[in-house]
């Protein structure tokens, strides 16, 4: 009796007891499907056909020999090295912006954000006019300037960075509130410390600041770099991948070899999001890792 | 941070969980799996037309005329008890069944693209109705040949059609009135159509003469499987083991293209599919190549309908979409039921009602046929009448094969790739052959 309540009464017992549900919805929806998916990457599979012979692991080798995948992977590298640095770069500076005293500053937080929470397919439509070759107002205002036209989405070589531009716009505004919560942990006695001791703005900035919020930079490039590979929803609703395979991505592809291909493709898509999977596990340790080098103050 | 983004996370993991489990408890109510204890056998339908009544000030006629006729046939069939579903926009049609299939939840009766039909040949439980067609009763060959021809999978009937498009001319009779320019008539050829666009192009004025879809998906592909065939080409050879659309006259008719896109930038490519019907009914386009579907998004506009151009000045050859009614056998009693709603909800009298009703051109010669309908639609519905008589220069179907999609990407891709000005159409389809050849000899 005693010994049973006091397993019962166990902060252990207690704590499991109420994350219960949860545990029980992530085994369901998260463990579950990533199991199937890999018992799936070894099968030749269509969705629609229960017969799924196993064929060990040709699925995987046939990945390099893809012309489309190699193409959409390639994409993904690109997009990540152009978003995750511009929309950190661009946060920083507009955290820093907004990081001060003056009238309207709660709009302008509040303008800034909007973005993070309008849908996508909004954004999407939005952009495809504003970026339009001929009707855009991109152009006509690049145009009172000098400059352009620019085919933008109709331009396959354009088709990528335009993306990038929208996705930035898009992001911008999450990126920025976690770095102005992380400017406002600074400390103000370190800031006036530098400054006593003669250190103009952009020294107390570059050598006080930004290493006090380096947990938050570790953070958003850990989160971008994720986000940026796994990119879809863009991709799906303003491009479908167009012009030419051009803006075509690896989740992407794995969404039309699953669904719409109509050939048993489902056990290769599986098979490359598994391996897509194991590079957004590699690419986060190996950050956390050089992270941890780097990072010296916990936020 | 990370604490709370994980308490965001399991608090979202919980709503679905319970929206999920909701769901589970609307759909396993008892569904009448049989009809001997009197109780009706309940079928549940699902379709793409929206819910009924106004959307946004726009009266769902669509929607309207699939509810008024299972309500009819419920109240006529005391046996059986039609569930009226909304399910998805139909372009997530076989995405949706594909999921439900997964976890046994497939509906009786769904609206399916045409082209989908090769994919689901081998689902779980999809009905063969080759024996049912057959019914005396249901006059199978009063549809188009091209409908039944699509709805047959390696000589299975898995589909019987629920609409028939095809594509025309929709003209902007003002651009052509503003610019001294007689409108498209029935006797057109590409090089008037040509002629035309250029005619009606204004850089100042940011007009063009044509708009084309060129997202390299299915529509752009089957505006230029059209021409393909007036041009006296094929997709694939009758065994469909190889492509033959890089031919002479596959050449001819992408280059018809090419010199309005790219010699006379005559044409707006539309590269996402998402902007010409704005630019139509905006004045911003002169020409379209269209269906009947898409004239109800052009208000604003006085547009006149005309059958496709022809290269030879006799061919008007031009292409259906047919979509199609895919049932699943739930249980003997369900299949039924959802055999006899089909043949109820297709039969000519409920094809005629629903055309008067939505605009649909209707699925059964005999329906074109009847005294006066043609007048009687032309009427109701301006331009309508031109794309049902254009019913008459279908000749042709695509293949139907599990691996259209692939082969449809592949010339979508060479045919974009032309538009754009950055390959030769030869070359282009060559690649795009081979890339086809290659697809066609894995076995499927």
Known sequence: MGRFRRIMGSDHIAGWAFILPSVVLILLFGLFPIVWGFVLSLQKASLLNPVRPFIGLANYQAIPKDPLTRKAALNTVIYTMMFVPSSIVLALFVASALNRKIRLIRFYRLAVFIPVVASTIATGIMFLWLLDKEFGLANWALGTIGLGPFGFFADPSQALPSLVLMTVWGWLGFDTIVYLAALQGVPQELVEAAAMDGAGRWSTFRHVTLPLLSPATLLLVVWSTISALQLFDEVYFVTKGGPLDSTSVVVYRVFRLAFTSGVPAAGYAAAIAYVLFIVILLFTLAQFWLGNKVVHYQA | ?444
Not at chain 2, 243 to 265: H, I, P, W, Y
Request: proline residues 4%; glycine residues 8%; hydrophobic residues 40%.
């Open chain 2, 1 to 444: 941070m990370k604490h709370r983004a994980l308490f965001a996370i399991l608090v979202v993991m919980a709503m679905i969980g319970v929206a999920c489990s909701g769901d589970d408890d609307g759909s396993s109510e008892p569904t009448g799996t049989t009809g001997t204890s009197g109780e009706p056998v309940e079928i549940t339908l699902w379709h793409g037309y929206g819910q009924p009544g106004e959307v946004n000030g726009v009266e769902n006629y669509e929607a309207d005329s699939m509810k008024a006729l299972i309500d009819e046939f419920n109240a006529t069939h005391e046996s059986i008890v039609v569930k009226n579903v909304f399910c998805c926009s139909n372009d997530n049609a076989l995405q949706k069944v594909t999921v439900a299939l997964q976890g046994g939840q497939q509906p009786d009766i769904t609206y399916q693209y045409g082209t989908s039909l090769p994919q689901l040949a081998n689902a779980p439980g999809v009905m063969d109705l080759t024996e049912r067609v057959q019914d005396e009763d249901f006059a199978w060959d009063d549809f188009f040949a091209g409908s039944r021809e699509a709805g047959t999978v390696d000589g299975r009937v898995l589909g019987v059609p629920a609409l028939i498009d095809n594509l025309a001319i929709v003209y902007n009779e003002d651009l052509f009135a503003e610019a001294n320019l007689d409108v498209p008539s029935a006797d057109w050829t590409w090089e008037d159509f040509r002629a035309a666009a250029k005619a009606l192009t204004d850089p100042a004025k940011k007009q063009y003469g044509f708009a084309f879809p060129a997202d390299a998906s299915e529509d752009t592909v089957w505006h230029y499987d059209a021409m393909l065939w007036q041009a006296g080409g094929d997709i694939l050879n009758e065994d469909n083991t190889e492509a033959l659309f890089n031919s002479e006259a596959g050449v001819k008719a992408l280059d018809t293209l090419r010199d309005m896109a790219v010699t006379d930038q005559s044409v707006y490519l539309d590269l996402q599919n998402s902007k010409l019907d704005d630019l139509f009914n905006t004045g911003h386009v002169g020409m379209l190549i269209t269906g009947p579907w898409a004239l109800s998004g052009y208000p604003d506009v006085n547009y006149g309908v005309q059958i496709l151009p022809s290269f030879d000045g006799s061919n008007h050859e031009t292409i259906a979409g047919p979509d199609m009614w895919v049932l699943f056998d739930n249980d003997e009693a369900r299949a039924n039921a959802a055999w006899e709603f089909v043949k109820w909800f297709t039969a000519a009298q409920q094809v005629e009602t629903d055309s008067m009703t939505t605009g649909h051109l209707p699925t059964r010669q005999s329906v074109l046929d009847t005294t006066g309908f043609i007048e009687a639609f032309g009427k109701k519905f301006p331009g309508n009448d031109v794309f049902a008589e254009n019913l008459a220069n279908v000749k042709k179907a695509r293949p139907v094969l599990a691996s259209y999609d692939q082969i449809s990407q592949a010339m979508g891709k060479a045919i974009v790739s032309v538009l754009l000005g950055e390959s030769e159409s030869q070359a282009a389809l060559d690649d795009a052959a081979n890339e086809v050849n290659g697809i066609l000899a894995v076995p499927q």
